[in-house]
C-alpha cells in the first residue's frame, strides 16, 4: 500500500505505528467522542480496515526500543478487518473506536488485541491464539461475539461489556484462557456461552445483568483451576452449570435469577473443590438443581430464597458434600429434595421457612417440604430458632452421625405426616423438646442411639396416630409433652430403655410388644394400670406381662401381682360366657391365684358356718356305738377339704338341713381345690 493512497487520518496511524504510539481522534465532547455515534464520524477520524490489516501484518524493526504496534482512539473503522487464517506480528489496541463491520480474526494468530469501549456488530475470533489478553471491555456488541476455541495466554476480559442479540450474544465454548476472565458488570441481552472453557486464574462475573429466552449464562463442562465469582448478578432466564469443575470457591451470593416456572439454575454433577455459596441474598425463582454434584468445603445457602410453588424448588438428590451445608435463614416456596444426599459434616437449618404449599392447586396428595430419604449426615441435622415447615419433612432410613435436633420447630402436614424418620439411624439423639408436629411423627423402625426428647412438644393428628414408633429403638424415651397428644400415640414392639412419662399427659395408645427396662415414674400399679387400659387393641396379655416384669424387678412383687391379675380380667371379657363364669368364680375365690389370702377367708368363713351348724345340730353317727368322739372343727374341715380324710365324714351322717350344709361344703371344697389349682398353676408359671 502507497503512502500517498492514504487520507489524513489513516496517515497518522501509519505514521505513529512505528513507535507503537496512539493516534487519538477524539474531540474531548463526550456526545461527539461516544462511539454509539461512530456512524456519523466524518473522514477525519476515519480508518479504512485494510489499512489496519497491513500494518499488522508487516514486518517491522522496532525503532530506538519502541515496539511497533496500532493505539488508536476515537476512530470509525470502515470495511471489515480482516485477519483469518494469518499470522498477526504487532499488537493492537482500538479504544473507543466505532467497527462498521465486525472484526475477523478466525484461527489468527496475534500478540494481544484490546477492543475496550468500542461499539462493534461483532466480533469473530473463534480459534485464535492470543499470546497476551483479549481486552473487551465496555464495548458495545450488536452481533454475536464469537470466541469458539480461542486460546488466550492472558484473560479475557469483558467488564461492564453490552450485547443486544437475540438468541446467542457471547459464544466461548471451548476456550482457554491462561490469565483468567474478567466479566464484572458485563450486560447482555443474548445467551452468553461458556460451556466447556477452561481457566487458569480467576473467573469474575460479579454485577453482570444477564437476559435471554432459556440459558442465559451456560457454564456446562467449565473446568477453573481457581475461583469462579458470580456475586449479585442480575438474571432473567435461566444458568446452566453442567458438570462444571471449579477448583476454588465458586460463589453466587446475593445473585438473583428469575425464571419463573423453569429450571433457574441447572447444575447437576458440579465439582467445586472450594465449595458452593448460595448465600448473602441468593434469590432463585424456578428450580434449582444440584443433583450428583459433588462439593468440596461448604455449601452455603445461608439467607438464600427459593421459590417454586407446587413444583421442585431445590433439587440434590445424591448430592455429596465433603464438608457442611449452612442453611440458616433458608426461605423456600416449593419442594427440597435431598433424597440419598450425603453430607460428611452437618446440616444446618436453624431459623429455615419451609412451605411446600401447592399454592397451584394440582394434586391431591399432602405436600412434601423436605424429602431426605436416605440422606447421610455424618455430623448433626440442627432445624431450630424458630425452623417451620409447611408440608412434610421425610427423613426415612436417613443416617445421621450425632443429633438431629428439631427443638421448638413447628412442622405442619395435618393431613399426613409431619416428621417422617421410619427407619432412621441416628447416632445420639432425637431433639423434640418444645417441638409442634400437626400431623403424625414417624419413627417406624428407627434406631436412635441414646434418646428421644419430647418434653413439651405439642403432638396432634385426631384423626390419626400422633406418634408412630414401630420397632423404635432407643435408650432412653421422654415422653411428657406439654399436653396430652390428640391421637394415637403407637409404640407397639419398640424397645426402650427408660421410659420417662408423665400421668398428666396419658393419651390412648397401642403397645403391645413394648419392651422397656424401667419407668420414670414407677408409679403404684393401680395408676399404671390406667397406662394400660387406653390401649386401642384391647386386650393383648404382653404389655401387662412387661409392666408385671417391671416391678417384680423393682422387688414390687404386690404391684407385679395386682397387674397381672387385671390383665385376666380383661382377657375374661374376651371369652364366651360359660368361660367368663367361671373365670369370675376364679376371681372371687382366688384372685386367679394372685390373691392367696382371698382363698383363706373364704375358707375361715365356710369352716366357721359349719362348725356353728354341726355344734348346733351335731350329726347322728352313721354306725351307733362305733368311730371317734365328734368334733365340729374337724367334721366341717373333712368336708372342706375333699383330698384329705380325719375319718369323721365318714363316721356321723347330718340329717334335714344339716345334711344340706354338708353337701354345700363338699362342693365348695371342690370349688376351692380346683380353682386354687388353677389360680397357683397360673400364678407360678408366670412367675
Known amino acids: 500500500m ?48 485494510r489499512v489496519i490489516a497491513a500494518l499488522l501484518m508487516r514486518d517491522e524493526t522496532p525503532q530506538s526500543h519502541r515496539v511497533p504496534a496500532i493505539r488508536i482512539k476515537g476512530a470509525r473503522i470502515t470495511e471489515r478487518v480482516e485477519l483469518a487464517y494469518s499470522t498477526v506480528r504487532h499488537s493492537a489496541r482500538f479504544l473507543s473506536c466505532y467497527f462498521e463491520r465486525d472484526p475477523s480474526l478466525y484461527w489468527t494468530r496475534c500478540p494481544q488485541v484490546s477492543f475496550n469501549g468500542s461499539h462493534l456488530p461483532g466480533l469473530s475470533a473463534s480459534n485464535a491464539q492470543v499470546d497476551g489478553h483479549l481486552r473487551l471491555d465496555r464495548c458495545f456488541f450488536t452481533g454475536l461475539v464469537e470466541l469458539r476455541g480461542t486460546q488466550l495466554a492472558g484473560a479475557l476480559t469483558l467488564s461492564k461489556a453490552t450485547t443486544s442479540v437475540t438468541g446467542l450474544a457471547i459464544d466461548c465454548d471451548r476456550l482457554q484462557a491462561g490469565r483468567g476472565i474478567m466479566a464484572v458488570g458485563l450486560n447482555t441481552v443474548g445467551q452468553v456461552r461458556f460451556s466447556n472453557v477452561k481457566v487458569s486464574g480467576t473467573v469474575i462475573m460479579n454485577y453482570a445483568r444477564l437476559t435471554a429466552e432459556g440459558k442465559a449464562l451456560n457454564l456446562d463442562g467449565m473446568v477453573a483451576d481457581g475461583a469462579v465469582l458470580c456475586k449479585r448478578m442480575m438474571i432473567a432466564g435461566m444458568i446452566s452449570s453442567r458438570n462444571t469443575h471449579v477448583t476454588g470457591p465458586y460463589t453466587f451470593k446475593g445473585t438473583t435469577i428469575d425464571h419463573p416456572g423453569k429450571m433457574a439454575f441447572h447444575g447437576s454433577r458440579i465439582t467445586a473443590e472450594g465449595g458452593l455459596y448460595f448465600g448473602g441474598g441468593f434469590k432463585a425463582v424456578g428450580t434449582m438443581r444440584l443433583s450428583h454434584s459433588r462439593i468440596d468445603r461448604e455449601l452455603n ?89 409447611e408440608g412434610a419433612v421425610r427423613l426415612a432410613d ?39 408436629a400437626d400431623g403424625e411423627l414417624t419413627l417406624i423402625g428407627a434406631s436412635i442411639g441414646r434418646h428421644l426428647y419430647l418434653n413439651d412438644a405439642t403432638l396432634r393428628a385426631p384423626s390419626g396416630r400422633a406418634l408412630a414408633a414401630w420397632q423404635l429403638e432407643v435408650r432412653e424415651l421422654y415422653l411428657r409433652p406439654r399436653q396430652k397428644p390428640e391421637g394415637i400415640i403407637d409404640l407397639r414392639h419398640a424397645r426402650i430403655g427408660v421410659l420417662r412419662d408423665a400421668k398428666e399427659t396419658w393419651s390412648p395408645r397401642r403397645q403391645d410388644g413394648l419392651a422397656y427396662e424401667a419407668l420414670d415414674p414407677t408409679l403404684p400399679a393401680a ?93 347322728p353317727r352313721a354306725q351307733p356305738g362305733q368311730g371317734p368322739a365328734f368334733n365340729a372343727v374337724i367334721y366341717s374341715l373333712d368336708l372342706l377339704f375333699p383330698l384329705i380324710d380325719f375319718g369323721q365324714e365318714k363316721a356321723f351322717q347330718p340329717v334335714a338341713a344339716g345334711q344340706w350344709v354338708a353337701y354345700g361344703l363338699v362342693v365348695a371344697g371342690w370349688i376351692f381345690a380346683t380353682t386354687i389349682a388353677t389360680g397357683i398353676s397360673r400364678a407360678l408359671s408366670r412367675q
Do not use: M
Not at 429434595?337 to 453430607?343: D, K, M, S, V, Y
Not at 417422617?420 to 423434640?432: E, K, T
Not at 407385679?560 to 360359660?578: S, W
Open 2 to 49: 502507497r503512502v500517498e493512497d492514504l487520507s489524513e487520518a489513516e496517515r497518522r496511524v501509519w505514521e505513529a505505528f512505528p513507535l507503537g504510539e496512539e493516534v487519538d481522534f477524539t474531540v474531548e465532547k463526550p456526545d461527539e467522542d461516544n462511539p454509539a455515534g461512530g456512524a456519523g464520524w466524518g473522514p477525519e477520524r476515519t480508518i479504512r480496515a
Open 301 to 389: 445457602l445461608e439467607g438464600a430464597r427459593l421459590s417454586y410453588p407446587g413444583g421442585d424448588a431445590l433439587q440434590a438428590e445424591e448430592l455429596q458434600v465433603e464438608g457442611t451445608v449452612s442453611a440458616h435463614g433458608l426461605t423456600v416456596k416449593g419442594r427440597v429434595e435431598l433424597t440419598q444426599a450425603r453430607i460428611a459434616g452437618s446440616l444446618n437449618l436453624d431459623s429455615a421457612k419451609l412451605d411446600a404449599t401447592n399454592t397451584s392447586g394440582a394434586g391431591d396428595t399432602p405436600p412434601t417440604a423436605l424429602d431426605g430419604d436416605g440422606v447421610s449426615i455424618g455430623g448433626g441435622l440442627s432445624c431450630t430458632d424458630g425452623f417451620r415447615a
Open 398 to 436: 436417613a443416617r445421621i452421625g450425632t443429633f438431629a435436633d428439631f427443638t421448638g420447630a413447628r412442622l405442619r402436614n395435618p393431613d399426613g405426616q409431619a416428621l417422617d424418620a421410619a427407619g432412621a439411624n441416628i447416632g445420639r439423639g432425637l431433639q423434640c423438646g418444645g417441638f409442634t
Open 527 to 619: 395408676e399404671r394400670l390406667v397406662w394400660l387400659t387406653d390401649d386401642g387393641d384391647g386386650y393383648v396379655p404382653q404389655p401387662y406381662e412387661q409392666l408385671a416384669a417391671t416391678y417384680r424387678r423393682l422387688g414390687q412383687d404386690a404391684d407385679a401381682r395386682t397387674i397381672l391379675l387385671a390383665k385376666q380380667r380383661k382377657r375374661r371379657a374376651t371369652l364366651p360366657v360359660y368361660a367368663r363364669a367361671w373365670g369370675l368364680l376364679q376371681d372371687v375365690t382366688v384372685g386367679y391365684g394372685y390373691r392367696p389370702a382371698r382363698a383363706a377367708l373364704w375358707l375361715l368363713t365356710l369352716l366357721v358356718a359349719g362348725v356353728i351348724v354341726f355344734t348346733l345340730n351335731a350329726p
